[in-house]
């Protein structure tokens, strides 16, 4: 009777029985992940916090803040890259709002005391500004420094229309109280001035209006 030979030492079976324990014959099992160090998936850029920075950029302010809060929360704990770019995005939006609040607050305050011809009343004071032929008053308290104050409006029709275009200083000259025009020329520190709304085209309906303004300086009270 003949005996089998010993098997071969080592970890390799021959025989086809379970390997050693520790051995995969099919080679090194993968971790958790699928990586081929064990790492796990690199986490993708986000692209709603890439597009709250771009909105945040180009001035889309409300579109900036929700794409910012948006993805704000999908990059929570390292979920996806790129919460820098919605952080920045919604500051950005932030900001934005800010300066459109801005923008309309003084809008509004500039309509609300711009003085033009059409609603211009004899005892305002106004500040005024020109700035190429081109005159613009906005109210202000009389109690406040200001340039100066309106002392004459006419509206412009077929009467004396011809007089206003040959000389407005001169015509407001007719109009002002005869004792507040004599106040006027008694102050060697103010001009009589005139505006209306196109003076190369006066047309009925336009208004004439006549403001005394400091020569230099400001004042600080009522003229007339």
């Known amino acids: 009777?003949?005996?089998?030979?010993n098997p071969p030492e080592g970890n390799d079976n021959p025989y086809g029985g379970p390997?050693?324990?520790?051995?995969?014959p099919y080679?090194?099992?993968?971790?958790?992940?699928?990586?081929?160090?064990?790492?796990?998936?690199?986490?993708?850029?986000?692209?709603v916090s890439i597009a709250a920075l771009v909105t945040g950029v180009i001035c889309c302010a409300p579109v900036g803040i929700i794409l910012g809060i948006i993805g704000i929360r999908r990059t929570k704990n390292g979920q996806r890259k790129g919460r820098w770019a919605a952080v920045i995005g919604l500051v950005l939006g932030a900001l934005g709002v800010?300066?459109?609040?801005?923008?309309?607050?003084?809008?509004?305050?500039?309509?609300n005391n711009a003085v033009t011809p059409d609603n211009a009343e004899v005892g305002q004071c106004v500040n005024v500004d020109t700035d190429g032929g081109e005159v613009t008053m906005?109210?202000?308290?009389?109690?406040?420094?200001h340039d100066g104050e309106i002392v004459g409006?006419?509206?412009?029709?077929?009467?004396?229309?011809?007089?206003?275009?040959?000389?407005?200083?001169?015509y407001c000259a007719e109009i002002i109280d005869a004792d507040d025009l004599a106040t006027l020329l008694d102050r060697d520190d103010i001009d009589l001035n005139a505006v209306i709304e196109d003076p190369n085209d006066v047309s009925n309906g336009d208004h004439l209006v006549c403001y005394a303004e400091a020569k230099s300086g400001k004042l600080d009270e009522k003229i007339l």
């Open 27 to 47: 080679g090194a099992a993968p971790y958790p992940g699928g990586g081929e160090y064990g790492g796990a998936p690199e986490a993708k850029t986000d692209g």
């Open 19 to 24: 390997p050693p324990p520790g051995q995969n």
């Open 98 to 111: 800010l300066a459109w609040i801005g923008v309309v607050a003084g809008g509004v305050w500039i309509f």
């Open 138 to 145: 906005l109210k202000k308290d009389c109690s406040e420094d």
């Open 1 to 5: 009777m003949t005996t089998p030979p």
């Open 153 to 170: 409006v006419e509206e412009v029709d077929s009467e004396n229309r011809d007089a206003i275009e040959s000389g407005m200083a001169d």
